[in-house]
């Protein structure tokens, strides 16, 4: 009978493997956006030297990663504590099958990420490649991050956790997020700061497309459109958009032959963006905060007229 009931608790019920299986994704969860993060803000704060400064560097956002640890950590450290729990009232289970299965892989997947980080800084010393100070905060974040779950589930296959260090590495992990969370909106800003600058990345883009249909109606018609109506068109579906924050027309001028301008009024000044927005080499979007004009003459070298279809004779 006794045999019978020891069998029965080192079997792995559906409640088990759902609970260990929901940890691990919820730990990797974690990881993974808590790199992200890190790798976001690094890369806002030490960017990258660019031989084409017409691009603005920055990132998309912080916004996803943030949200993310919001949920999944608290997940995480539920289904650890009703795992615990189990543990406390039987033993046994910590020899479950998938319990040990889980933990191994979390350990193989750790010691190579591990491994691989350091592979890479000695080949980047090595091989004579610049360390800059972002790519060296990256592999210290990624090697600090995986080294903190790698030494707490060693010593929980070594069975060394106690309640007290439990809960110890339990602040150590929440400190670790918090502290993230906190650079990364000290570096990217607020959560308003952030909507901001996606108005503002909104607006550059859609300058950038009003301007190449103004050139694409110069090219087709051989003189720039009276207003910004002029370019919308049933056929192909294109609409003029409109400031996402103010809900109002952009700014259409048409100044010379050539020569026409296009205004917005900005949140920010564009060294304040840290939103990643695309710029064609060549172009100039920079500007202050409040409204600012872009000035732009059509040079025909590089946008020169079509031809008529109507005109031309067909090739016999």
Same mark, same amino acid.
């Given at each position: #009978?006794?045999?019978?009931?020891?069998?029965?608790?080192?079997?792995?019920?559906? $409640?088990?493997?759902?609970?260990?299986?929901?940890?691990?994704? &919820?730990?990797?969860?974690?990881?993974?956006?808590?790199?992200?993060?890190?790798?976001?803000? /690094?890369?806002?704060?030490?960017? $990258?030297?660019?031989? @084409?400064?017409?691009?603005?560097?920055?990132?998309?956002?912080?916004?996803?990663?943030?949200?993310?640890?919001?949920?999944?950590?608290?997940?995480?450290?539920?289904?650890?504590?009703?795992?615990?729990?189990?543990?406390?009232?039987?033993?046994?289970?910590?020899?479950?099958?998938? %319990? %040990?299965?889980?933990?191994?892989?979390?350990?193989f997947? &750790?010691?190579?990420?591990?491994?691989?980080?350091?592979?890479?800084?000695?080949?980047?010393?090595?091989?004579?490649?610049?360390?800059? /100070?972002?790519?060296?905060?990256?592999?210290?974040?990624?090697?600090?991050?995986?080294?903190?779950?790698? #030494?707490?589930?060693?010593?929980?296959?070594r069975?060394?956790?106690?309640?007290?260090?439990? *809960?110890?590495?339990?602040?150590?992990?929440?400190?670790?997020?918090?502290?993230?969370?906190?650079?990364?909106?000290?570096?990217?800003?607020?959560?308003?700061?952030?909507?901001?600058?996606?108005?503002?990345?909104? *607006?550059?883009?859609d300058?950038?497309?009003?301007?190449?249909?103004?050139?694409?109606?110069?090219? #087709? *018609?051989?003189?720039?459109?009276a207003?910004?109506?002029?370019?919308?068109?049933?056929?192909?579906?294109?609409?003029?958009?409109?400031?996402?924050?103010?809900?109002?027309?952009?700014? @259409?001028?048409?100044?010379?032959? $050539?020569?026409?301008?296009l +205004?917005?009024?900005?949140n920010?000044?564009?060294a304040?963006?840290?939103?990643?927005?695309k710029?064609?080499?060549?172009?100039?979007?920079?500007?202050?905060?409040?409204?600012? +004009?872009?000035? %732009?003459?059509?040079?025909?070298?590089?946008?020169?007229?079509?031809?008529?279809?109507?005109?031309?004779?067909?090739? %016999?």
């Open positions: #009978m006794d045999i019978e009931n020891v069998s029965l608790k080192t079997r792995t019920t559906p $409640k088990d493997f759902f609970i260990n299986l929901g940890a691990i994704v &919820a730990l990797y969860t974690v990881v993974v956006s808590l790199l992200n993060l890190l790798f976001t803000v /690094i890369n806002v704060a030490y960017p $990258k030297v660019s031989s @084409y400064p017409d691009y603005y560097v920055g990132s998309s956002s912080i916004s996803f990663p943030v949200a993310t640890l919001m949920i999944f950590f608290p997940i995480y450290f539920f289904l650890m504590w009703l795992l615990e729990r189990e543990y406390s009232s039987m033993p046994e289970k910590k020899n479950l099958p998938i %319990r %040990r299965w889980l933990t191994y892989i979390t350990l997947i &750790a010691g190579l990420t591990l491994a691989i980080d350091l592979v890479t800084v000695i080949y980047y010393f090595i091989d004579g490649q610049e360390l800059t /100070i972002g790519f060296l905060l990256k592999v210290l974040s990624l090697f600090a991050v995986i080294f903190v779950v790698f #030494m707490y589930y060693i010593s929980d296959i069975g060394k956790l106690t309640a007290s260090s439990r *809960k110890v590495w339990s602040v150590v992990a929440l400190v670790i997020i918090l502290a993230s969370i906190i650079w990364g909106f000290s570096v990217l800003g607020s959560p308003r700061t952030q909507r901001l600058m996606r108005y503002d990345s909104q *607006k550059v883009s300058l950038q497309s009003i301007q190449y249909e103004v050139i694409n109606y110069w090219q #087709m *018609k051989g003189k720039l459109p207003n910004l109506s002029a370019i919308n068109d049933s056929i192909s579906g294109y609409v003029t958009p409109i400031d996402p924050d103010t809900k109002e027309a952009y700014v @259409y001028k048409v100044i010379g032959e $050539k020569t026409f301008q +205004c917005a009024d900005f920010l000044p564009t304040v963006n840290k939103i990643t927005v710029i064609m080499p060549g172009e100039n979007w920079i500007h202050d905060k409040g409204q600012e +004009c872009f000035n %732009r003459t059509i040079d025909e070298q590089l946008y020169p007229l079509r031809p008529d279809p109507k005109i031309l004779t067909p090739v %016999r």
